[in-house]
């Protein structure tokens, strides 16, 4: 089944300590993305990368970090969590770019304590 | 970081009704996006508009790229339970040539 998984999908932590969120997909799609979520904000991309080694900045990419080392994987790294990170998390990807369908992930909820 | 404005915030509608809602920026967009979000899920794409003044449908979905490329709007007729849902306009281009979504207008639709 073509998908894109995210893990872990709910996550409570503390201030400073780092994190990996990973996102996978099945699709070979060259195109993949990181949002967040926050109400009465919509969407906001955070990084994004065009295919593998190839990444570049949303529209919020303070505090996060990403690596594309593989097609397929598309981790977010919080090297130090703060409170205003606790947000409800998307990846997704497409074939080729942000233009394209983007499939997403069924989301990670992430609370910094 | 820039934002769309995305109207109404949200809606509460009888079985049958049509629905409006609209996008509008101080920017020009390339591309508009139209996607919903259901309860607990990602965002699907329902339809994608590439060229100013570009009228899409998908089954009762009709949406527009507006003439001056600064707009969007989607329609939804005869409005069912399933329908209900965040629907989100996005546009691609603009003054940093990345993906910017709406806040989201939120459909509540009652049978």
């Known amino acids: 089944e073509a998908q894109v998984t995210q893990n872990p999908r709910y996550l409570i932590t503390v201030t400073g300590k780092k994190l990996t969120v990973t996102c996978s997909q099945n699709?070979?799609?060259?195109?993949m993305s990181w949002y967040r979520q926050d109400p009465g904000l919509g969407l906001r991309q955070i990084y994004y990368s065009m295919n593998v080694e190839v990444t570049d900045k949303g529209d919020v990419p303070e505090g996060y970090k990403v690596s594309r080392k593989e097609k397929r994987n598309f981790p977010l790294i919080l090297e130090s969590p703060s409170p205003n990170q606790t947000s409800l998390y998307f990846c997704?990807?497409?074939?080729?770019?942000?233009?394209?369908?983007?499939?997403f992930g069924p989301g990670t909820r992430l609370t910094v304590l | 970081g820039q934002q769309l404005n995305q109207s109404p915030q949200s809606m509460f509608i009888q079985e049958g009704e049509d629905v409006s809602m609209n996008c509008t920026s101080s920017?020009?967009?390339?591309?508009w996006l139209w996607y919903k979000q259901e309860p607990g899920e990602g965002p699907v794409l329902l339809i994608a508009?590439?060229?100013?003044?570009e009228l899409t449908s998908n089954g009762r979905l009709t949406a527009q790229f507006g003439i001056t490329r600064k707009d969007s709007f989607l329609n939804i007729s005869a409005s069912i339970p399933s329908d209900v849902g965040i629907y989100f306009c996005?546009?691609?281009?603009?003054?940093?040539?990345?993906?910017?979504f709406g806040t989201g207008t939120l459909l509540a639709v009652q049978p």
């Open positions: 996005a546009g691609l281009g603009g003054a940093t040539n990345k993906l910017i």
């Open positions: 508009l590439y060229k100013a003044g």
């Open positions: 920017s020009i967009f390339n591309t």
């Open positions: 997704a990807s497409s074939w080729g770019s942000m233009a394209d369908t983007q499939y």
């Open positions: 699709m070979n799609h060259e195109y």
